[in-house]
C-alpha cells in the first residue's frame, strides 16, 4: 500500500491539548466492518457495544517522569529522554538528546544541582545516545526533577494535570515513555460497569517506546524498522484468552499496543495465543492476518505513521478513510487526548 492512500490534514484546533474532565466524555466512532456502518456515540456507552464474555485485554505499561533537563560542564543545556536500561550493561541507559550535537561521547552531563552526572559513551543516528550513571540516584533524580514525556504535537510544558492524566488508571509497571492513549478513556467506574456486564478483563504489557511518535520517512512503508520494545503477555492471561477463543468469545484490544503484545507473543509460539516476553519489534501494517485480535479501541492516529498503518490493516484501508473523513467532519478531536474509535 501507499502512505499518501491514508494521509489526511488536520486543522491544528482539532488536536486535543488537554485532557478532557472525564475520560468517558469523550467521542466514540463505531466502525462496523461487517455491516459497512459508521455509529457515533461515546465512550461511556461502551458497554452497550461489548457483550457478556467478551475479553477486554489492557496494556498495563505506566509512563515514567522520563525526560530531563541536564547540562554539559561548558554549560549547554541538553534534554535527555531515557528510553529503557542498556541490556548488559550496569548503569547504562539508552536515550534520545536534544540536540544531540550537545551529548558526544565523552561528554558528561549533570542536573542543576550536581545530584545526578551521566557520561555519554556512545552515540547512534536521530539523536540515539547511550549514557552512563556515574554519580548519584538516576531514579531518585526523574522522581523529583523528572517531567512526563508528552508527544510533541502538545504544545505547552507538562503540568500537574498532565502527570495525572497522561497515565491509564490501572497502569502498573513503569517503563514506558508514551501512554498508551486508547486506555485513557477509562475511569475505574467505566471499568466496573464493563465487568459487571460480564466482560473478563485482562492484562498485558508493553513499555511504549518514542518509535511511537515516529513518522514513516521510507517510501515504501515496508521498509520502516521499528523500535524495539519490551513485552509481556503472562501463562494465566494466556490460558484464559486461549479458552475465550475456544468458546467463541471475542478479544478485545485496548489499543494498538495491546495488539502488537498479543500478536508478538503468537509470533513466539508459532501462530498460537501462549505466554511470551521479551524484546519485539513487531510491525503491523496491511495485509496482515491477525491471530489473536477480535475488536480493536484506539485513538485517531497521527498520518504516516505505524499506528495508522496497524488500525488499517485491521479495520481495512477503505473503512479507515471513511471513519478519519467521518471524524474530521464530525468535530472529533484527535490524537493522545482525543477521542476513540471501536472496530468490530
Not at 490524537?335 to 468490530?344: E, I, Q, T
Request: charged share 25%; proline share 6%; aromatic share 6%.
Amino acid at each position: 500500500m501507499r502512505l499518501e492512500d491514508l494521509d489526511y490534514e488536520l486543522p491544528p484546533e482539532r488536536i486535543a491539548q488537554h485532557p478532557l474532565p472525564r475520560r468517558e466524555d469523550a467521542k466514540l466512532l463505531v466502525v462496523d466492518r461487517g455491516a459497512n456502518r459508521l455509529t457515533d456515540s461515546v465512550v461511556a456507552e461502551l458497554p452497550r457495544w461489548l457483550a457478556a464474555g467478551d475479553v477486554l485485554v489492557l496494556n498495563e505499561t505506566r509512563v515514567r517522569p522520563a525526560r530531563l533537563d541536564v547540562r554539559r560542564t561548558t554549560g549547554g543545556k541538553v534534554e535527555i529522554l531515557f528510553v529503557r536500561p542498556e541490556p548488559g550493561e550496569a548503569d547504562s541507559w539508552r536515550v534520545l538528546a536534544k540536540p544531540a550535537r550537545h551529548a558526544l561521547p565523552g561528554h558528561r552531563l549533570s542536573t542543576a544541582d550536581a545530584a545526578l552526572t551521566l557520561e555519554v559513551t556512545s552515540a547512534e543516528k536521530n539523536g540515539e545516545r547511550v549514557v552512563r550513571v556515574i554519580e548519584g540516584d538516576l531514579e531518585a533524580t526523574l522522581a523529583r526533577l523528572g517531567q512526563v514525556p508528552l508527544p510533541p504535537y502538545i504544545r505547552h510544558a507538562p503540568d500537574a494535570t498532565d502527570r495525572e492524566r497522561y497515565q491509564t488508571v490501572y497502569a502498573r509497571t513503569d517503563g514506558a515513555v508514551a501512554a498508551p492513549t486508547a486506555g485513557l478513556h477509562f475511569s475505574a467506574a467505566l471499568l466496573a460497569a464493563l465487568e459487571s456486564r460480564g466482560v473478563r478483563l485482562e492484562r498485558v504489557l508493553l513499555h511504549v517506546g518514542p518509535g511511537t511518535f515516529r513518522p514513516i520517512t521510507a517510501s515504501d512503508p515496508r521498509a520502516h524498522v521499528m523500535d524495539e520494545e519490551y513485552f509481556e503477555v503472562p501463562v494465566a492471561v494466556a490460558t484464559h484468552l486461549r479458552e475465550a477463543r475456544a468458546e467463541g468469545r471475542r478479544i478485545v484490544a485496548v489499543g494498538t499496543t495491546a495488539v502488537r503484545a498479543l500478536e508478538s507473543a503468537c509470533d513466539q509460539n508459532h501462530g498460537e495465543l501462549g505466554a511470551a516476553s521479551g524484546w519485539t519489534r513487531k510491525y503491523i501494517l496491511p495485509p496482515y492476518r491477525f491471530q489473536a485480535v477480535d475488536l480493536l479501541l484506539t485513538n485517531f492516529h497521527l498520518p504516516r505513521t505505524t499506528l495508522l498503518l496497524l488500525v488499517a490493516a485491521f479495520a481495512g484501508e477503505d473503512m479507515v478513510r471513511r471513519a478519519y473523513a467521518h471524524a474530521l467532519a464530525g468535530d472529533y478531536r484527535f490524537f493522545s487526548y482525543g477521542d476513540a474509535m471501536l472496530v468490530v
